[in-house]
């Protein structure tokens, strides 16, 4: 019996590989292009650095809780980045008694009234935890970490009479008003919105997309670091950070530590998270992903690390952001430089990408231009830099899709030429040296080419976590299928229920 399937069971698709032409996420019909130029349903926020070093164990409401604050400042940020001040987000007057007092709707957090009761437990325990954060001391030019509380107060107020001034009965005679005010302790907040540090920026419906309360923690520092591409993190500050190891106050002597070993910590933390961001970012939905790798001392490959490497890796959302800001910029150049005309600058636009070098280009052009002295020069340009354009288009990279619904009645296993048994042992040796023999003795061994029909490829796996682990790393050796196989097969897998 053969039975097919995708990774969601409310539907049945078989996932394929299409090479296409040209660049995905760079062309101007792209849906993620649109979406992106149009703003639709991305709602970014800025934050301050400093915000996205807090440390501590929180849930997803308590994140959110965070980002609703974050969100309310959101005019004050551009206005002081703007005037170019690099300074506090509030001023003397916002205070009394040493508290900075917020008032932030539920309906920002994304929470319906059901759960209310569990957003009131949330904040209850976020009044008593510790959170920790790094301090520069200019007098002393040292850095040191502050664990102190940030809240002083969170209250559901509640009133007795609904909006038409009757009485209701809800929760004891008393209805919420719809919002939550909180105090929070000037000095931490100083340091937690402190501009002067930089800011960087997230998706603001975070937390609505995840599922572990990991993983909007993660994701909102190393958003700190994306320009950069990549970053190195203690080890013993990683766990602090995610709040599973706990200092003394005197930072002496270490409280907690639920992960001791470091294969229980990147398998129970790392690992959720990553499967989880990387998901998001192949459907679009978060900007980036990442890989990590342990930095032992030299000389050394197992125990605890000194610490770990994150790489930042763009998805199809950055990659669109990147190429809106490209082309952009590239067109501000040529209108400016050249003053070429709506209609011509839309000659060009889908020729460009993300990444090409103009600058050699309109250098030789800039010479034509004077050799040849045009009547026309922003016809003239256009026409010339077409042509170069059309010359210099470089090919897309192979994406994944899913193929309509496909059902085999065939119950036999199919027979398959040698020829394309030679290919499969080909690709499958290449796999091996990509992937490492652990990994392919463990994911790999498994499957096995059940048939070539057209220009379909099927992979023959056991079982539903196989293709998942086939998933993560197919990108990796996608290009030797392609050799193998041709450039016009696409992969489909089949469960073989043995």
Known sequence: MIKWFNFAPEKLFVYEMVKKRGPSIVSTGNELVQQFSGGRGMDFI????????????????????????????QDRIREQLSLGESSFLFKPEDLTGNLLHFEIPLKELGISPKKYGELEQACEALLHVDMSYKRYDEHERQTYIIKQNIFHKIEFPTAELNAEGERVAYKSGQRRKGVIKIDMVDESAREILNLRKGYTRHLKGITQLCR???????????????????????????????????????RKRITENRYVKYGAFHRDVLDPVLREMRKLSDEGKVEFCFDYEPVYPHGVSRGDP??????????????????????????????????LQPAEWARLENLIYDGIDLKDELARIDQLIEQKQPDNVHAYVTEVLHRWLLEHQKPKEPEFVEAEEVKDEESDRPYVQPIYLEKWDLWMEKARERLGDQFFEQYMTCASLWSVRDKVVFVSVPNKFVSEQWEEHLGEIISYFYSAFGADKRLTYIFQDV
């Not at 190393?222 to 200092?247: H, M, P, Q």
């Not at 490497?309 to 490209?326: L, N």
């Open 306 to 339: 000194d610490s770990i490497r994150f790489t930042i890796k763009e998805g199809k959302m950055g990659q669109a952001q990147q190429y809106e800001t490209f082309l952009g910029k590239t067109r501000s150049k040529l209108i400016t430089r050249y003053r």
């Open 212 to 250: 572990s309360p990991r993983t909007p923690r993660l994701y909102i520092y190393l958003s700190a670091w994306r320009k950069i591409g990549s970053c190195t993190v203690n080890y013993i500050d990683l766990k602090e950070f995610f709040g599973v190891l706990t200092f003394s106050k005197d």
């Open 46 to 73: 800025l934050n301050p650095v400093s915000y996205t070093q807090i440390r501590g164990n929180f849930s997803l409401v308590q994140t959110n809780l965070m980002i609703a604050i974050i969100a309310q400042l």
